[in-house]
């Protein structure tokens, strides 16, 4: 089957660090640029970041850069994407993407994985 | 505020048309860049729904279509149903901000 599962996710306090995974299945993960968007409870969609598929390009929205960092790993079929200096804004459905579908389109989407950043 | 400009909500009763605007600039839709437009059912991760501005991919119903003029672009729902009640997102790529953006997203209702 053809899916994105999200992992990672959680309660974590203002400052703190997490590391989101995203496991593809059932495609060339390889093949394909990846990316990672967000959605704030009751809020629209944000997007976060992007890599490429050999990982020698990274994208980010300026609200995270030098916050975090997608990276990925084509041999284990994952994406990443690490979090640091959390602040409450950055609560939020992360969602694991493909990119580069027809005509460069978000054809494939993860249940996505939940962080509350709270004290 | 997002670079993306759709209307908070629409609304319409089952078997009519609704339309949903989506409005950018030249940095985006204007470059021009191409438009894709998503779907998400309460609770559920979004879904495309149409992509390249105006192309379905399999499976999705016919009574929805996209269009794209100039620096906006649209999305049509014919014959609405009730299961259409959802938000609905248009996504595009800006030159300068190097990166995709959305739009705020539109809540239809289905009365």
């Known amino acids: 089957e053809v899916q994105l599962v999200e992992s990672g996710g959680g309660l974590v306090q203002p400052g703190g660090s997490l590391r989101l995974s995203c496991a593809a299945s059932g495609f060339t993960f390889s093949s394909y640029w990846m990316t990672w968007v967000r959605q704030a409870p009751g809020k629209g969609l944000e997007w976060v970041a992007n890599?490429?598929?050999?990982?020698?390009?990274?994208e980010y929205v300026d609200s995270v850069k030098g916050r975090f960092t997608i990276s990925r790993d084509n041999a284990k079929n994952s994406l990443y994407l690490q979090i640091n200096s959390l602040r409450a804004e950055d609560t939020a459905m992360y969602y694991c993407?493909?990119?580069?579908?027809?005509?460069?389109?978000?054809?494939?989407w993860g249940q996505g994985t939940l962080v509350t950043v709270s004290s | 505020q997002s670079v993306l400009t759709q209307p908070p909500s629409v609304s319409g009763a089952p078997g009519q048309r609704v339309s949903i605007s989506c409005t950018g600039s030249s940095s985006n839709i204007g470059a021009p860049f191409d438009v894709h437009w998503y779907q998400q059912l309460p609770g559920t991760a979004p879904k495309l729904l149409i992509y390249?501005?105006?192309n379905r991919p399999s499976g999705v119903p016919d009574r929805f279509s996209g269009s794209k003029s100039g620096t906006s672009a649209s999305l049509a729902i014919t014959g609405l149903q009730a299961e259409d009640e959802a938000d609905y997102y248009c996504?595009?790529?800006?030159?300068?901000?190097?990166?995709?953006?959305f739009g705020g997203g539109t809540k239809l209702t289905v009365l």
């Open positions: 993407v493909r990119w580069g579908d027809q005509k460069s389109s978000f054809g494939l």
């Open positions: 890599i490429k598929q050999d990982g020698s390009e990274k």
């Open positions: 390249g501005n105006n």
């Open positions: 996504q595009s790529y800006d030159r300068s901000l190097r990166g995709s953006v």
